[in-house]
T-cell receptor, first 115, second 115 residues
Framework: DTGVSQNPRHKITKRGQNVTFRCDPI?????LYWYRQTLGQGPEFLTY????????KSRLLSDRFSAERPKGSFSTLEIQRTEQGDSAMYLC?????????????FGPGTRLLVL | AQSVTQLGSHVSVSEGALVLLRCNYS??????LFWYVQYPNQGLQLLLK??????LVKGINGFEAEFKKSETSFHLTKPSAHMSDAAEYFC?????????????FGKGITLSVRP
């Protein structure tokens, strides 16, 4: 078990470009979460999946953001028409369970800088 | 809505001294509570969690926390600080059902340990 992995680790893009991040959860974990962390703040919830179903989206997630988890395995987070305010660390976490209180295991994050 | 308050952004202690990091939560019902640690350039790692079993929870690396419903607190302590404890610490809260498992984090506290 290699833990949660995220790619790329760093991304620099120009305003207006589209970017896509990938998260590979711990194998057989049924839940996958995306969070965003800005400097000096704690992570903020964006969205989560149980298997392939996207069960909740934060109001922080504008229409420019879309996430998928095809076949309930890896997940992608796409940001269209990036803005400077999108600059942040994007964290992925996975867990096993359905009753609540499960430990979420975090990946190292993808740091996005929008110029 | 649930929330977490971590007062102060930075705590400095001497090596061997007591570590006390404060966390207060707001929730309409007793929630689940978590402490995560983030070392530089690494992902968040779970230190310990409270999920309505024993109110005194022991975690990794000698840390423990006590859930106090009357004070709506979940403070993190360690009897004797070690240089390797220098990191950022996040308190988080979640609901107690599978449908409300997302984590809501505090802003975090940076712990420095002086030799």
């Amino acid at each position: 078990d290699t833990g949660v992995s995220q790619n790329p680790r760093h991304k620099i893009t120009k305003r207006g470009q589209n970017v896509t991040f990938r998260c590979d959860p711990i194998s057989e974990h049924n839940r996958l979460y995306w969070y965003r962390q800005t400097l000096g703040q704690g992570p903020e919830f964006l969205t989560y999946f149980q298997n392939e179903a996207q069960l909740e989206k934060s109001r922080l997630l504008s229409d420019r953001f879309s996430a998928e988890r095809p076949k309930g395995s890896f997940s992608t987070l796409e940001i269209q028409r990036t803005e400077q305010g999108d600059s942040a660390m994007y964290l992925c976490a996975s867990s096993w369970g359905t009753s609540g209180g499960e430990t979420q295991y975090f990946g190292p994050g993808t740091r996005l800088l929008v110029l | 809505a649930q929330s977490v308050t971590q007062l102060g952004s930075h705590v400095s202690v001497s090596e061997g001294a007591l570590v006390l990091l404060r966390c207060n939560y707001s929730s309409s019902v007793p929630p689940y509570l978590f402490w995560y640690v983030q070392y530089p350039n690494q992902g968040l790692q779970l230190l310990l969690k409270y999920t309505s079993a024993a109110t005194l929870v022991k975690g990794i690396n000698g840390f423990e926390a006590e859930f106090k419903k009357s004070e709506t607190s979940f403070h993190l302590t360690k009897p004797s600080a070690h240089m390797s404890d220098a990191a950022e610490y996040f308190c988080a809260v979640s609901g107690t059902t599978g449908a409300n498992s997302k984590l809501t984090f505090g802003k975090g506290i940076t712990l420095s340990v002086r030799p």
